[in-house]
């Protein structure tokens, strides 16, 4: 069996307190984008796993495909697998990459030995292998808080603009980037600047990493820079970065200046 998990994009991101468990509570809309990895499942004689793509950092034993079997298997009879991740979403790139590996690993298993899981069975199981991961269950537009793993309905239909990521071969660490926020409450609620015309986001729609990331990598802030010049009608660092995209009414041609950096361009 064959999988694609796919990113997100944060649109606004407010780091609103820190928590007493170290991790902070936050407001975001996750919005599902068509960057996808690849992920297959075969039934096999013993487990194993192997990567091909980008090289992921770390113990293989250790990538999140691994230990979404590794959860499920303490709960279930779970014959094993053999797991083959082609990595194509850039590492530590504030797009949620890995949690997506997780998760769509979480609902093929579900799926392939038939273990009846419901969307918030595999939401909780998610929640365990980190805090982006729930997200991707459902896969749909999200309005996020709490740690990130807690959902609220949102109406926001992007379909028909043109998204446009670019990430500047630099490998953000999530727990740094947070390290570096002063949590804040906000006065207007994201929810509700979320209700306004896109055109209008770029006055109010904010990612607080982007306070304490662009001085220390100046290079975010010009391609934010760049963006609006190629037309964009928004543009955003996601998440702890170091991804910068741009949204745009329709395909974009990428300059030289941009097309050194690893690109990606699809519809919403
Ligand atoms: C920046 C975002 O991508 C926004 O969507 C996420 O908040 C990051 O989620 P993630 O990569 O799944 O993060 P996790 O693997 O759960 O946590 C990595 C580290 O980030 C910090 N962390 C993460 C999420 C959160 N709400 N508060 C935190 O302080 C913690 O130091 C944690 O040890
Ligand atoms: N399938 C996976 N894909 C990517 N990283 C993984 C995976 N499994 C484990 N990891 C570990 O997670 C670390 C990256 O975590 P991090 O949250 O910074 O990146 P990410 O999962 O790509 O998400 P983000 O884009 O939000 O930064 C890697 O250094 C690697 O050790």
């Not at 250790?62 to 850039?90: G, S, T, W």
């Not at 170091?242 to 050194?260: C, D, E, M």
């Amino acid at each position: 069996m064959l999988t694609f998990p796919n990113c997100k994009i944060n649109i606004g991101l407010r780091i609103t307190e820190k928590r007493s468990d170290g991790f902070h509570n936050l407001q975001s809309c996750f919005y599902p984008i068509g960057w996808s990895d690849v992920l297959e499942l075969i039934p096999a004689s013993e487990f194993s796993f192997v990567s091909s793509g980008l090289d992921i950092p770390g113990d293989p034993a250790r990538n999140l495909c691994v230990r979404a079997y590794e959860f499920l298997r303490a709960d279930f009879d779970l014959p094993p697998v053999h797991m083959h991740l082609h990595k194509i979403v850039p590492i530590g790139a504030g797009l949620g990459g890995g949690s997506s590996d997780a998760a769509f690993a979480l609902k093929l298993l579900n799926e392939r030995f038939s273990l009846g899981l419901t969307v918030g069975q595999l939401q909780d199981y998610a929640r365990r292998l980190g805090s982006d991961c729930a997200f991707f269950v459902e896969n749909k537009p999200a309005y996020c808080i709490e740690k990130g793993d807690v959902f609220r309905e949102i109406s926001l239909d992007l379909s028909g603009y043109f998204i446009l990521l670019i990430y500047p071969n630099l490998a953000i660490s999530t727990a740094e980037a947070y390290a570096g926020v002063r949590p804040r409450h906000p006065e207007v609620s994201l929810l509700e600047q979320l209700q306004t015309p896109i055109e209008t986001w770029r006055d109010w729609i904010h990612n607080d990493f982007e306070d304490s990331l662009f001085p220390v990598y100046p290079v975010l802030g010009e391609i934010k820079q760049k963006l609006y010049e190629l037309g964009a009608l928004y543009a955003s660092m996601s998440g702890s970065g170091s991804t910068v995209y741009g949204i745009f009414q329709a395909p974009v041609t990428v300059s030289n200046h941009l097309g050194r950096y690893n690109v990606w361009q699809g519809k919403l």
